[in-house]
């Protein structure tokens, strides 16, 4: 834009400057433009050879950066990835000792992570999503014990072994005080949940599986205190969704650093595993974004897949188990799935758990063999998205790491779609729902409702 404005002043002037002289005899002025075309043409070419020795070296470096990640073709032929590890720490991924592969050598042996000794145990998690609203919501400790504690009679009372607490929640505000120096430096935490370590402890008791939820990259808070690791427009401003909240750009190193600082921590308090949410780039009021120098250079499949490897890398190594939430149609559109950057195979190599939401009231008729609104048909959409995910993990070899499926399901009323496009979900709608990852072959599950307020007709009873 500034190129193209200062070219038009440029010609503006020299026609002005050049109004009212004499006009020269048409040989020596064809001469002249020659003389100009072939400076100008020479200048070009020297400019495009410093332009592309810039761009070789920006490439290069780029490649210290960031985990190349596999090529279209293994993308979407699921083909085993070949790539090359650069890492520093353990299992990091940032800066390279030796280029050695992180998935598979060429003859189909698993080498990742093969010297790490597994001692966690599974849970076979059916589980409910314990949301902001019981600490945020409420001033004081004693009201969100009275809230927790509502929901653990609950599970006692049912089939429910899972609680997925929010600690790192949409706005980026941290609701445990950690003793951490990075997350008290930023100074993004909002104490609401100062009671949580002993009541971990009280759940662990009642034989509860306790995760934390982790939202990564929405995060106003970061945004406001490292503007430098934020996304932004094209016009410099800052990037803002629909809900008006920011993002950080997971092309930067440090966003994932400081997610994992707040992993570690959750370990060191007792929970059994980091649930990462928002593991993506975000898809409102795209269209006039700049997404960086990183994105000339690596896709956003590439900034995701090797941002998941480090990050597994480090919750794995503090004995945590490591799940993310991801969109349901990532499984079946790559369109989609380049957009946010998660490619479900390519995430499946690291993850111990994907838990698409595959919410009916989220997807449109095309979901349906009649063309009905998918809200009314729970089971159909459900069998057929699954499937999907069937389809996906099958890429990976069976001898190869495979992240196990848990589905979110849908536990509310959409009631915002309007009259006739939604039903209640009430017993059967939810039971409708628990079926069909049954029919598709898996046997975890976790039901969001972000009120707290689930359907116990739904639930088998305790044993």
């Known amino acids: 834009m500034r190129e193209e404005f200062v070219k038009r002043g440029t010609m503006k002037r020299y026609s002005s400057r050049n109004r009212g002289r004499k006009k020269l005899p048409l040989v020596i002025l064809l001469l002249l433009l020659a003389a100009c075309l072939a400076g100008t043409l020479g200048a070009l070419a020297k400019e495009k050879k410093i332009s592309d020795e810039a761009r070789e070296k920006a490439a290069e470096a780029a490649k210290q950066l960031v985990t190349p990640s596999p090529t279209p073709e293994n993308e979407v032929t699921g083909k085993p990835a070949n790539t090359q590890q650069v890492a520093d720490g353990a299992y990091g991924m940032w800066a390279p000792p030796t280029p050695t592969p992180i998935l598979y050598d060429p003859d189909g042996t698993p080498i990742w992570m093969a010297d790490w000794k597994d001692e966690r145990t599974p849970v076979e998690a059916h589980g409910i999503y314990v949301s902001s609203e019981f600490t945020v919501n409420r001033q004081h400790d004693e009201d969100r014990i009275k809230a927790f504690d509502k929901l653990l009679e609950l599970a006692k009372r049912t089939e429910i072994n899972t609680m997925i607490?929010?600690?790192?929640?949409?706005?980026?505000?941290?609701?445990?005080e950690f003793n951490n120096e990075l997350i008290n430096k930023y100074g993004t935490t909002v104490e609401c949940l100062s009671f949580i370590p002993e009541y971990i402890k009280k759940l662990h008791e009642n034989g509860i599986y306790v995760v934390a939820r982790l939202v990564c990259f929405k995060d106003t808070k970061l945004a406001a205190v490292r503007p430098d690791l934020a996304i932004y427009n094209n016009n410099g401003s800052l990037y803002r969704d629909n809900n008006w909240s920011n993002w950080v750009s997971p092309y930067k190193k440090e966003t994932w650093e400081y997610i994992a600082e707040v992993g570690k921590e959750c370990a060191k308090i007792g929970f059994d595993e980091i649930n990462l949410d928002y593991v993506r780039f975000p898809t409102d009021n795209v269209s006039n974004v700049n997404w960086g120098p990183e994105a000339a250079t690596t896709t956003k499949t590439q900034a995701i897949t090797s941002g998941v490897k480090y990050l597994c890398e480090q919750f794995r190594a503090c004995n945590l188990f490591v799940s993310a939430d991801v969109y349901g149609i990532v499984m079946s559109s790559p369109k989609d799935a380049a957009n946010v950057g998660q490619n479900f195979m390519e995430m499946a190599q690291y993850f111990d758990y994907l838990c698409p939401m595959v919410y009916p009231s989220h997807y449109d008729k095309s979901w349906v063999s009649t063309g009905d609104w998918p809200d009314l048909h729970p089971y159909e959409v459900i069998t057929k998205s699954l499937a999907y995910s069937v389809t996906e993990i099958a890429k990976i070899p069976e001898n190869h790491h495979?992240?196990?499926?848990?589905?979110?399901?849908?536990?509310?009323?959409?009631?915002?779609?309007?009259?006739?496009?939604?039903?209640?979900?009430?017993?059967?709608?939810?039971?409708?729902?628990?079926?069909?990852?049954?029919?598709t072959g898996y046997t975890e599950w976790l039901l969001w409702n972000a009120n707290g307020t689930y359907t116990e007709g739904a639930l088998k009873k305790a044993d």
Do not use: C, P
Not at 169 to 175: D, H, K, Q, R, T
Not at 412 to 421: E, I, M, P, S, V
């Open 165 to 176: 607490i929010d600690v790192k929640y949409e706005s980026g505000a941290i609701l445990h």
């Open 402 to 439: 495979r992240a196990k499926v848990r589905a979110w399901l849908q536990d509310f009323t959409a009631d915002y779609l309007g009259k006739g496009r939604y039903m209640e979900y009430d017993a059967e709608a939810v039971l409708a729902e628990i079926k069909a990852v049954n029919d």
